[in-house]
């Protein structure tokens, strides 16, 4: 089944039912800033940027301010990205976002975008380009490790591991520093170790080309977790699609 929307001013459009306004809106063409929306995850609605006003025939006075990455396409739905309400309220954000990481390229951009030239509140003293997007901690979550979160409230909000001590439920995948939009999470990669949130892992090599692709805290994890044979992640996925490709040869040799 599909339900029709309004992604775009003046113009109807489809989507399919189950699908959010903003998976809508990006089908469509039509861009609406965000930071903390990821394909890997599930919708959080936690930056706010995505905010858009809806409406509906039979609704009565103003439009509902929603986040459009959370708020699901229905029948009827009209959707305004772009109006006073919007606008403002993203303005907010960035601004902010803006005292809090005023020398961010990501929020600058944002900024500019926006009109905004300099913050209109106190900078932030000590800036920083952790911008609580949240996406570090929740793929944390995905994978099971959940080795860091938010702590803190108001201005002293921070990503830390608990008690800022070198996290023991973290497997040194990487993915919370791959995530990051603003690269603030820090780790170290050599040949044979990688460090991140003040522990060092050691790798895994590959048996066939001895590239460390993994950990092996993350080889046990995923033994654990998922029931995966360590034997799987004996090759590097080079190595392993090599193999393949050799046996498909030698299957066909054999005709």
Not at 34 to 57: F, M, N, Y
Not at 229 to 254: I, N, S, V
């Amino acid at each position: 089944p599909r339900a029709a929307a309004r992604p775009t001013r003046g113009r109807a459009g489809k989507a399919e039912a189950g699908r959010t306004v903003l998976q809508a809106a990006r089908s469509a063409g039509v861009r609406i800033p965000t930071l903390c929306d990821h394909p890997a995850l599930e919708p959080w609605g936690g930056c706010r940027l995505c905010l858009v006003e809806i409406s509906k025939a039979g609704w009565t006075g103003d439009g509902r301010v929603v986040a459009s990455c959370m708020y699901p396409v229905e029948e009827g739905l009209a959707v305004r990205t772009d109006s006073p309400i919007v606008a403002e309220s993203r303005r907010t954000v960035i601004d902010l976002l803006l005292a809090r990481c005023p020398d961010t390229p990501v929020v600058q951009d944002l900024a500019r975008e926006h009109g905004i030239e300099r913050t209109s509140l106190v900078p932030n003293p000590t800036p920083t380009d952790c911008i609580l997007c949240g996406l570090c901690t929740r793929v944390c979550d995905l994978v099971g490790a959940s080795a860091i979160s938010s702590v803190n409230r108001g201005a002293g909000r921070e990503i830390a591991p608990p008690f800022d001590q070198p996290p023991p439920d973290c497997i040194g995948c990487l993915a919370c520093a791959e995530i990051c939009p603003t690269n603030y999470i820090p780790f170290e990669a050599s040949d044979g170790t990688r460090s991140i949130w003040g522990r060092t892992f050691e790798m895994q090599r590959c048996a066939e080309c001895g590239e460390a692709v993994v950990t092996r805290a993350q080889v046990a994890h995923e033994e654990k977790r998922h029931g995966l044979p360590a034997a799987y992640f004996e090759l590097c996925e080079a190595c392993k699609r090599r193999r393949l490709a050799g046996t498909f040869t030698a299957l066909q040799d054999a005709r």
